[in-house]
């Protein structure tokens, strides 16, 4: 299994290549380990999704899940552009991997 850092690496030549559902199932979990990393930023994912922390282990396999995951990240780009540091990802493969679970281009 690829991860998702294997394709999205800016120097990578597949860097604009679309993840499988696979690999943005695993960008999204790799996302929401991130979220979970801070206090702050779980805690402010959990307050605009409505989600009870205690559900989260329950949710987090679940594609739709993944994708709020990912929108979340889309929603804030300071946060995004951190979480693409960190993870070593190109930026853009956030919306493609929103593509990939079945979400439309964010407005």
């Given at each position: 299994?690829?991860?998702?850092?294997d394709i999205?690496?800016?120097h990578?030549?597949r860097s604009?290549?679309?993840?499988t559902?696979?690999?943005?199932?695993?960008?999204?979990l790799?996302a929401l380990a991130?979220?979970?990393?801070?206090?702050d930023r779980?805690?402010r994912f959990?307050r605009?999704t409505?989600?009870?922390?205690?559900d989260?282990?329950?949710?987090a396999p679940?594609?739709l899940?993944?994708?709020?995951?990912?929108?979340h990240?889309?929603?804030h780009?300071a946060l995004l552009?951190?979480?693409?540091?960190?993870?070593?990802?190109?930026?853009?493969?956030?919306?493609?991997?929103?593509?990939?679970?079945g979400?439309?281009d964010?407005?």
């Amino acid at each position: 299994m690829r991860m998702a850092n294997d394709i999205s690496t800016p120097h990578s030549s597949r860097s604009r290549a679309l993840p499988t559902r696979e690999e943005a199932e695993t960008l999204g979990l790799q996302a929401l380990a991130f979220l979970v990393e801070e206090n702050d930023r779980i805690e402010r994912f959990l307050r605009l999704t409505g989600v009870d922390a205690g559900d989260l282990p329950a949710l987090a396999p679940q594609p739709l899940f993944l994708l709020a995951v990912l929108d979340h990240l889309a929603g804030h780009e300071a946060l995004l552009l951190e979480f693409a540091r960190i993870s070593n990802v190109a930026p853009e493969l956030i919306s493609h991997a929103r593509r990939a679970l079945g979400g439309g281009d964010p407005s």
